[in-house]
């Protein structure tokens, strides 16, 4: 499950969430842009990080990243501006020592996630005059041990009607998987195995540095 976590707290219906991923242990991975206050809300409004600690200490509580309860949280981060994350072992190390210290919060595994140039954060480029420059950054980042484990090459991304996209990002551009299978009432392996991946500008983002997927770097 990923979540934003603020959900969690968003509405009174909502805050047995926790309970309800421990009973059918679910797998929760959760968006939380930095272990710090002012960055947090920079990038999500005022008031995110704050409620994004509440929903973490609300999970670890039911058992979440406990040693023992095998009920798994890990944490998404992406990169507040227009640079490439860091590297995301050292960041996992940081976000521990600071969430342990600051609010006695466990997490399992830390996600690093490039920025893909597209919807909203592709916006932020054009305004800021930063897209040509972080285009190029991404080229010149471009990194052939990422290409082979990139998400497109083993994952299919599925939308709420059941339409299929190589990837969520292909499917955030309704760019829909070039096979005669499109639709997951047809689902054919053998058929999606031998598809050609649809690409275009922001896959550069995938394939820059240590790589980039819904599992994290993959290089």
Known sequence: MRSNLTIILANKKYHDLPEFFKKHRVHVASSLPFYKRDKTDK????GV????IKALQMLNAVGYAQEGTGLKLDLVYNPSGAFLPTNQQALEQDFKVALKEDFNIDFNSLFAITNLPISRFLEYLIASENYED??????????PTAVENVMCTNTISISW????????FNQMLDLKVA???QHISDYNEDLLNDRNIIISQHCYGCTAGQGSSCQGTVA
């Open 161 to 168: 009607d059941g339409w299929l996209y190589d990837c969520d």
């Open 179 to 181: 096979s005669k299978v």
């Open 43 to 46: 990038q999500r409004g005022d």
């Open 134 to 143: 972080y285009m190029y950054a991404l080229v010149e980042a471009y990194n």
């Open 49 to 52: 990080f704050d409620k994004s």
